[in-house]
């Protein structure tokens, strides 16, 4: 069993930032990617920013040059730093692990709201 505990979210401001981290635990086989998704009310899961085992990444383009996407492979620990926020950024922020072998998982969710 693999647990992922996200931390992080919370209220901003437009043009604040704020920083998610997710944290893999158990039953870990390797890990190919890592990543960050969200999912706004009324609206479907979309992938925020990806990394792979290789430190390769990848944004959504209403992100790119706002948001990093970074990890600590010896802790299982991927994070999101979100600068110069918008009101569209949100949502609920979910982490996602992929394996070489073995399923997917998700954390739980954290909130991020960016409002005056």
């Known amino acids: 069993q693999v647990q992922l505990v996200e931390s992080g979210g919370g209220l901003a401001q437009p043009g604040g930032s704020l920083r998610l981290s997710c944290a893999a635990s158990?039953?870990?086989?390797?890990?190919?990617?890592m990543a960050w998704y969200r999912q706004a009310p009324g609206k479907e899961r979309e992938l925020v920013a990806s990394?792979?085992?290789?430190?390769?990444?990848d944004y959504l383009d209403s992100v790119k040059g706002r948001f990093t996407i970074s990890r600590n492979s010896a802790e299982n620990t991927v994070y999101l730093q979100m600068n110069s926020l918008k009101p569209e950024d949100t949502a609920v922020y979910y982490c996602?692990?992929?394996?070489?072998?073995?399923?997917?998982?998700w954390g739980q969710g954290t909130q991020v709201t960016v409002s005056w």
């Open positions: 158990g039953s870990i086989s390797h890990i190919i990617a």
């Open positions: 996602n692990i992929k394996q070489l072998i073995g399923p997917n998982y």
């Open positions: 990394i792979s085992s290789g430190s390769a990444t």
